[in-house]
């Protein structure tokens, strides 16, 4: 991996209008994800009639497919990148734009993992302000076995998911412990946890003969922070299901690796490149300490 790396958000982008230049820009897409979903992906975005867009189960594949256009609008003038990673749902538009998966079979899964995960009910929580020793710490003292450490934005922005009434009562003792900040998310799940085993296990079951191409360029696995392996993708994204997002470990890979490259943003939500910047920040931190 050399200089330019896409990264792909994922659910929480979400919001009305978005996706409103690409629909007409790209037809044939378009119309293959109508006929897939069995709705109009254009009207769910544009409208976000009854409020769906805030439906996993309508979130999920909403998000995909904008992303999905987004990349060949950025693609059409920068041409290929050199690497990639997505955010949770954003790491099947990674394989998707490295040519691993099409982009229909992208959007089965996409769809399939929002039935499954959907019908998971729980709550999840970021926390700023402590790390992740101190929020375990936090949690044991109190007995909150059953929320867990979900995902590893930066240093000191980690997601927490569980039982509805297990985070609340999570919040209230990592405010009480000197969080900068602990807020509730808007969705309806506990992703990324133990609490997703069933819905991990019958996705890997549904799509274990999924074939699967070689990446044309590395994509980084937010399971293992390592670029995916071909023979292990699917494998990768069933586990990941029910495991964290190793967001920070896969940008300090390549920034420990390639230093000076550029990283491109799909969307206008700029939540990734915030999380960069911090990680950025870290990394140099610690550099200093160690030099010092």
């Known amino acids: 991996m050399s200089e330019t790396v896409v990264m792909f958000p994922g659910q929480g982008v979400q919001e009305a209008g978005m996706g409103r230049e690409l629909f007409d820009e790209y037809p044939d897409l378009t119309a293959e994800a109508d006929e897939i979903l069995g709705y109009s992906v254009r009207r ?39 690497g990639a990673l997505g955010h949770s749902l954003g790491e099947y538009n990674a394989l998707e734009a490295a040519g691993a998966l099409t982009f229909g079979t992208g959007l089965r899964l996409v769809q399939a993992r929002a039935q499954l995960t959907g019908a998971v009910r729980g709550a999840m929580t970021v926390v700023l302000g402590l790390d992740e020793e101190r929020i375990r710490h936090v949690l044991a003292a109190n007995h909150h076995e059953d929320v867990e450490i979900v995902n590893f934005n930066t240093p000191t922005q980690l997601v927490l998911a569980g039982p509805p009434d297990s985070i609340g009562a999570a919040e209230v003792a990592l405010d009480a412990a000197g969080a900068a900040s602990v807020r509730r998310l808007a969705v309806s799940g506990p992703f990324h946890s133990s609490h997703m085993a069933r819905a991990a296990t019958e996705f890997a079951a549904r799509f274990r003969h999924i074939g699967v191409e070689e990446p044309r360029f590395p994509v980084i696995a937010n399971l293992t922070a390592r670029p995916h392996r071909r023979e292990e993708i699917m494998r990768s994204l069933a ?50 300490s160690a030099r010092g």
């Open 44 to 82: 769910l975005c544009h409208d976000n009639p009854d409020g769906l867009l805030d439906d996993t189960l309508y979130t999920q594949p909403a998000v995909y497919v904008v992303n999905a256009l987004e990349y060949r609008h950025w693609r059409g003038t920068a041409g290929e990148p050199d």
């Open 239 to 288: 586990a990941h299901i029910d495991h964290p997002v190793r967001w920070a470990d896969s940008i300090r890979w390549i920034l420990e690796r390639h230093p000076r490259a550029t990283f491109e943003a799909m969307g206008k939500a700029r939540i990734l490149i915030r999380m960069l910047k911090r990680i950025r920040s870290e990394l140099s931190l610690t550099a200093g």
